[in-house]
Protein backbone atom coordinates (compact mmCIF):
# COMPACT_ATOMS: atom_id res chain seq x y z
CA UNK A 1 0.00 0.00 0.00
CA UNK A 2 1.10 3.46 -0.80
CA UNK A 3 2.44 5.59 1.91
CA UNK A 4 -0.02 8.08 3.41
CA UNK A 5 0.97 11.71 2.15
CA UNK A 6 -0.69 14.34 4.63
CA UNK A 7 -1.37 17.72 4.47
CA UNK A 8 1.46 19.74 5.90
CA UNK A 9 -0.07 23.05 6.89
CA UNK A 10 -3.11 20.62 8.78
CA UNK A 11 0.06 18.30 10.10
CA UNK A 12 1.25 21.79 12.30
CA UNK A 13 -1.90 22.73 13.60
CA UNK A 14 -2.31 18.97 14.94
CA UNK A 15 -4.86 17.33 12.01
CA UNK A 16 -3.90 14.06 10.10
CA UNK A 17 -5.43 15.20 7.15
CA UNK A 18 -4.31 13.19 3.69
CA UNK A 19 -2.89 15.87 0.88
CA UNK A 20 -4.43 15.84 -2.17
CA UNK A 21 -1.94 17.72 -4.18
CA UNK A 22 1.57 19.07 -3.38
CA UNK A 23 3.30 22.21 -3.37
CA UNK A 24 6.03 21.85 -5.79
CA UNK A 25 8.00 24.79 -4.00
CA UNK A 26 7.37 24.15 -0.55
CA UNK A 27 7.62 20.41 -1.06
CA UNK A 28 4.44 20.07 1.12
CA UNK A 29 0.98 18.52 0.76
CA UNK A 30 -1.80 20.28 1.01
CA UNK A 31 -5.26 19.22 2.03
CA UNK A 32 -8.49 20.54 -0.38
CA UNK A 33 -8.88 23.64 1.77
CA UNK A 34 -5.16 24.32 2.30
CA UNK A 35 -4.82 24.29 -1.00
CA UNK A 36 -7.53 26.85 -1.77
CA UNK A 37 -5.95 29.18 0.90
CA UNK A 38 -2.51 28.71 -0.82
CA UNK A 39 -3.87 29.86 -4.12
CA UNK A 40 -5.09 32.85 -2.29
CA UNK A 41 -1.90 34.29 -0.58
CA UNK A 42 -0.28 36.34 -2.55
CA UNK A 43 3.42 34.83 -2.25
CA UNK A 44 2.08 31.77 -2.92
CA UNK A 45 -0.67 31.72 -5.31
CA UNK A 46 1.39 30.85 -8.57
CA UNK A 47 3.03 27.83 -7.11
CA UNK A 48 3.05 25.19 -9.33
CA UNK A 49 0.75 22.53 -7.35
CA UNK A 50 0.84 18.91 -8.84
CA UNK A 51 -1.62 15.84 -7.81
CA UNK A 52 -0.76 13.21 -5.53
CA UNK A 53 -1.17 10.51 -8.05
CA UNK A 54 1.10 12.55 -10.41
CA UNK A 55 3.65 13.24 -7.16
CA UNK A 56 3.93 9.51 -6.38
CA UNK A 57 5.16 9.07 -9.98
CA UNK A 58 7.74 11.22 -9.49
CA UNK A 59 8.58 11.00 -5.96
CA UNK A 60 11.62 8.75 -6.21
CA UNK A 61 13.40 10.72 -8.52
CA UNK A 62 15.99 12.92 -7.92
CA UNK A 63 15.86 16.74 -9.33
CA UNK A 64 17.82 19.26 -8.85
CA UNK A 65 16.26 22.70 -8.75
CA UNK A 66 19.23 24.89 -7.90
CA UNK A 67 21.65 26.02 -10.28
CA UNK A 68 24.88 24.66 -9.90
CA UNK A 69 26.82 27.32 -10.84
CA UNK A 70 24.88 30.32 -8.92
CA UNK A 71 23.29 27.87 -6.57
CA UNK A 72 19.79 29.60 -7.00
CA UNK A 73 16.49 28.78 -7.77
CA UNK A 74 16.35 27.48 -11.43
CA UNK A 75 13.31 29.96 -12.59
CA UNK A 76 13.31 30.47 -15.87
CA UNK A 77 13.98 28.32 -19.25
CA UNK A 78 15.68 29.20 -22.62
CA UNK A 79 14.27 27.66 -25.11
CA UNK A 80 17.12 28.52 -27.38
CA UNK A 81 18.97 25.81 -25.60
CA UNK A 82 16.42 24.07 -24.05
CA UNK A 83 17.84 24.49 -20.31
CA UNK A 84 16.30 25.74 -17.13
CA UNK A 85 18.36 28.60 -15.76
CA UNK A 86 18.36 30.67 -12.99
CA UNK A 87 18.63 34.97 -12.49
CA UNK A 88 22.42 34.55 -12.65
CA UNK A 89 22.73 32.30 -15.58
CA UNK A 90 21.00 35.36 -18.16
CA UNK A 91 23.15 37.91 -17.80
CA UNK A 92 26.64 35.46 -17.90
CA UNK A 93 25.36 33.06 -20.50
CA UNK A 94 21.69 33.68 -21.94
CA UNK A 95 21.80 38.03 -22.76
CA UNK A 96 21.16 37.02 -25.93
CA UNK A 97 18.86 35.09 -25.82
CA UNK A 98 15.73 36.60 -27.07
CA UNK A 99 12.96 33.45 -25.62
CA UNK A 100 13.89 33.02 -21.89
CA UNK A 101 10.43 32.87 -20.43
CA UNK A 102 9.58 31.64 -16.46
CA UNK A 103 9.71 27.61 -15.77
CA UNK A 104 6.52 27.42 -15.11
CA UNK A 105 5.10 28.88 -18.42
CA UNK A 106 7.45 26.64 -19.92
CA UNK A 107 6.19 23.43 -18.49
CA UNK A 108 2.12 24.52 -18.85
CA UNK A 109 1.93 22.35 -21.92
CA UNK A 110 4.50 19.97 -21.38
CA UNK A 111 1.66 17.63 -20.14
CA UNK A 112 -0.45 17.88 -23.37
CA UNK A 113 2.55 17.83 -25.49
CA UNK A 114 3.53 14.55 -24.48
CA UNK A 115 0.10 13.49 -24.19
CA UNK A 116 -0.25 14.62 -28.49
CA UNK A 117 3.01 12.75 -29.08
CA UNK A 118 2.21 9.13 -27.51
CA UNK A 119 -1.39 10.35 -29.66
CA UNK A 120 0.18 10.13 -32.65
CA UNK A 121 2.89 7.49 -32.14
CA UNK A 122 -0.07 5.02 -31.47
CA UNK A 123 -2.49 6.33 -34.14
CA UNK A 124 0.35 5.34 -36.43
CA UNK A 125 1.23 1.88 -34.65
CA UNK A 126 -2.70 1.29 -35.15
CA UNK A 127 -2.40 2.42 -39.04
CA UNK A 128 0.38 0.25 -39.70
CA UNK A 129 -1.29 -2.71 -38.45
CA UNK A 130 -4.43 -2.35 -39.82
CA UNK A 131 -2.36 -1.89 -43.22
CA UNK A 132 -0.81 -5.14 -42.34
CA UNK A 133 -4.30 -6.94 -41.55
CA UNK A 134 -5.53 -6.13 -45.02
CA UNK A 135 -2.61 -7.20 -46.33
CA UNK A 136 -2.50 -10.48 -44.90
CA UNK A 137 -6.20 -10.71 -44.78
CA UNK A 138 -5.67 -10.28 -49.25
CA UNK A 139 -3.03 -12.90 -49.16
CA UNK A 140 -5.03 -15.23 -47.18
CA UNK A 141 -7.95 -14.80 -49.73
CA UNK A 142 -5.70 -15.17 -52.99
CA UNK A 143 -4.29 -18.70 -51.02
CA UNK A 144 -7.58 -19.94 -50.04
Excluded at 24 to 34: M, R, S, Y
Excluded at 89 to 113: G, Q
Amino acid sequence: MAEKILCGPCCYAGNDKNAEKRCTIFEKGLCADCEKVHKSIKISRNHWLISIEDFRQIQNISISITCKDHDKRLELFCKTHDVAVCLGCVPSRHRTCSDVIPLDKAAENAKHSTALADLEDTSTGTLQNLEQIITDRESALTNF
